[in-house]
């Protein structure tokens, strides 16, 4: 039987696109103070939980803040459905493919919730955030026991006490933006690691959901971002990633402090980490100093995501990304002046309401101007409540199919060049483990991070070594080991 549910409006307020751009002013409020209630940390003794991951490494990082909230309180993970007591599903609402697979495992644990009505089955992350999308839980899936969204994730503990004893569906999804919670829990694995530099989006860019599901743009205090990457390189982390949905805009809203991403990174370059990465970028943000710090290298990498999304200056307005063709053109040549061997990759959508031919072949000139060595390609998806959405879509679906096909080619042509220039160049490799497809190869990426097959023993995996380029692909790197460390150009 479905379970009743309560009057909602009390738990959730809808995004709104008026009210969200009025934010700004609002005070952003750093809590230090998180704990877990006494009698939930052996909640958990016994019991095991699972979580699937969708989108982005954003979502797959509050994952980790789950695990490690979850771990804490006594669960241990497990990856057998049949044996997990709480089953969460960590979402994506970047586009409807993404929300239309959340659905269809909606659909296939129903059975397993039928069986095993002890189970505790939630749906977390960006789609929670949507009112249509848990108006439909509600309504067509009242087997839900646990909504809960991307701003409630410390209250985890408390809404799976809730969720075991109540008779209701508990839903817990705030649109108040403006708190940072630090001290949270987090399960890392392996080599490398994410830290979050800041939450939310301010940019509003009219196709996208983030800035509804994510909330407004606030960032860490610098103290707390670099006591957290001095601490994983005491780990011995080997690389870690910077997260915010646009990096560049980090320390704007700090009201006491000027501190801008330029200056984080110069501070982060002197922790002893051998790489640090970051994503996403936004080309109006990405400033001279930012690349002139970059310049120095040392742990910051020679690779750059920079999102351009379009090629054209008229859909880029329309988008309303705030900058131009040319000023994308002159970021890219500014910063390949600076750090002549750097990878660029980039997202690009194509089939926007309106993209004329003429618009998508400007796409095109752009990704043979910059030459972009990896992109991620998307079809426009309207989302709900954004401004995209109300536009007139008047791009046939197949000519938005014709339009991808075109693109990928492009795209892909430059990147077998660019792979095949690196033919006999010795590369240094952070060795991740056995390859996919192959255990007697191993794979690794580089600096640039491209992906690197070679052979060699399970002893270096987490270890630094140099590797000969010798058989470059379009999507992968074959090498041989080099044997002695070698001092690289
Ligand atoms: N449709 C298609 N692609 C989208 N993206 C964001 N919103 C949409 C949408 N509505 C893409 C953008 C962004 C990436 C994370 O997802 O290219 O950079
Ligand atoms: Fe979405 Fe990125 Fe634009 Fe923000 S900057 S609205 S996350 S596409």
Not at 119 to 148: P, T, Y
Not at 164 to 190: A, C, H, Q, T
């Amino acid at each position: 039987m479905a379970k009743e549910t309560k009057d909602f409006s009390k738990y959730f307020q809808p995004p709104s696109l008026t009210d969200a751009k009025k934010r700004g002013k609002e005070e952003i409020s750093v809590h230090y103070d998180f704990t877990i209630p006494e009698d939930m940390l052996v909640f958990g003794a016994n019991k095991f939980y699972m979580i699937r991951t969708y989108g982005c490494q954003m979502n797959e990082h509050d994952t980790e803040v789950m695990k490690g909230l979850l771990e804490t309180m006594g669960y241990s993970s497990t990856e057998d459905k049949l044996q997990a007591d709480v089953i969460l599903l960590n979402t994506c609402a970047i586009r409807e493919n993404a929300e239309d697979k959340v659905f269809g495992e909606l659909g296939h644990l129903k059975a397993l919730k039928a069986e095993k009505p002890g189970l505790v089955l939630g749906v977390c992350g960006c789609m929670s955030q949507e009112e249509a999308v848990v108006n439909r839980i509600m309504q067509k899936h009242g087997f839900v026991d646990l909504i809960f969204g991307t701003h409630n994730i410390h209250r985890l503990p408390s809404l799976l006490k809730e969720a075991y004893f109540s008779k209701e569906m508990v839903i817990e999804v705030w649109s108040k933006e403006g708190d940072i919670i630090e001290n949270l829990p987090k399960k890392r694995e392996g080599i490398r690691a994410w830290v979050n530099i800041m939450y939310g989006c301010d940019k509003f860019c009219t196709y996208c959901i983030v800035p509804f599901t994510r909330g407004k743009e606030r960032s860490r205090r610098p103290q707390d971002v670099l006591a957290e990457v001095r601490d994983l390189a005491r780990q011995g982390f080997k690389e870690i990633t910077l997260l915010g949905q646009n990096v560049n805009a980090y320390g704007k809203d700090f009201e006491d402090l000027i501190y801008s991403f330029a200056d984080l990174m110069e501070d982060i370059s002197k922790i002893d980490v051998p790489r640090i990465r970051f994503t996403t970028s936004h080309p109006r943000d990405f400033d001279d100093r930012l690349i002139e710090v970059l310049g120095k290298r040392g742990n910051l990498v020679e690779h750059i995501h920079l999102p351009v999304q379009s090629g054209s200056t008229e859909v880029l307005k329309i988008m309303n990304r705030k900058y131009t063709r040319e000023h994308y053109l002159t970021l890219a040549a500014k910063i390949r002046q600076t750090i002549p061997d750097v990878v660029l990759t980039t997202d690009i959508i194509v089939g926007f309401p309106g993209e004329t031919d003429e618009q998508f072949e400007e796409t095109i000139s752009l990704v043979k101007e910059v030459g972009f060595d990896f992109a991620f390609s998307f079809i426009y998806s309207p989302r709900e409540g954004t401004p995209a959405a109300a536009m007139e879509d008047n791009v046939p679906m197949e000519l938005k199919k014709q339009r991808l096909y075109r693109l990928n080619e492009a795209i892909n042509e430059f990147s077998k060049m660019s792979n095949e220039k690196l033919r006999g160049e010795i590369v240094e490799v952070l060795v991740e483990g056995e390859s996919k497809n192959n255990p007697e190869v191993l794979s690794g990426r580089t600096r640039t991070n491209k992906m690197i097959h070679f052979v060699g023993s399970m002893e270096i995996v987490g270890k630094l070594v140099h590797v000969k380029i010798t058989e470059p692909q379009t999507w992968v790197l074959k090498g041989e080991i080099v044997p002695e460390p070698i001092a690289l150009a």
